[in-house]
């Protein structure tokens, strides 16, 4: 029996998986960053430790925020890839339309991605969003108004719903927060 923990959870990983996902060649990254490949090659190995400039770039090429590159949490050896507690929780995205995200997944190397949303009180998607994803929610509390290609559909605790390569909308227009748990495939933070 293997009691190793992967060594997946690293920066360079989450990178590679990162890039991967959207379907980027390290030439490309490397040609947008002014870097060479076999650079970017030894980042993504962790090998070498980009400066915060290149971070910044490199969340700029992948779309991801900065935070998302920084938060990388020390767990203890015999957790790191199979346990995330509750405290050391990846935030990811910007927290802009009142929507704070954090990554329940120990990192982004699998084919898919838990996430645990938190929809703040009257907050709204402004932009519908349309990602090369299938991704499933499951809402733990509060309530939801969902247009999903065209639909319209309300959510509460308890229900789920999918979102296949479909335009998407989300709007909490209640008083409480609206608390979800998604499963995004292929990874997208």
Not at 42 to 64: F, H, K, Y
Not at 108 to 121: I, K, N, R, Y
Not at 148 to 170: A, C, T
Not at 172 to 181: K, L
Request: with cysteine; net charge negative; aromatic share 6%.
């Amino acid at each position: 029996m293997n009691t190793q923990a992967p060594s997946s959870a690293t920066l360079g990983a989450d990178l590679r998986a990162l890039r991967k996902a959207r379907g980027l060649t390290l030439s490309e990254i490397a040609a947008r960053l002014g870097r060479s490949v076999g650079w970017l090659s030894q980042v993504e190995r962790d090998m070498s430790e980009p400066s915060i400039s290149d971070l910044r770039q490199i969340a700029g090429c992948l779309g991801v925020p900065m935070s998302m590159l920084f938060a990388h949490a020390a767990a203890p050896a015999e957790e790191q890839g199979y346990v995330v507690r509750a405290g050391a929780r990846r935030p990811m995205g910007s927290g802009e339309e009142g929507l704070i995200e954090e990554l329940l997944s120990p990192d982004l190397t699998d084919d898919f991605e838990m996430v645990h949303s938190t929809f703040a009180p009257h907050s709204r998607m402004q932009t519908p969003a349309n990602r090369p994803t299938q991704e499933v929610g499951y809402m733990l509390s509060g309530r939801l108004e969902l247009t999903i290609g065209g639909r319209i559909f309300s959510v509460g605790p308890g229900d789920s719903f999918r979102i296949r390569h479909e335009p998407y909308q989300w709007a909490n227009p209640y008083d409480e927060p609206a608390v979800a748990v998604w499963v995004i495939a292929p990874p997208v933070y």
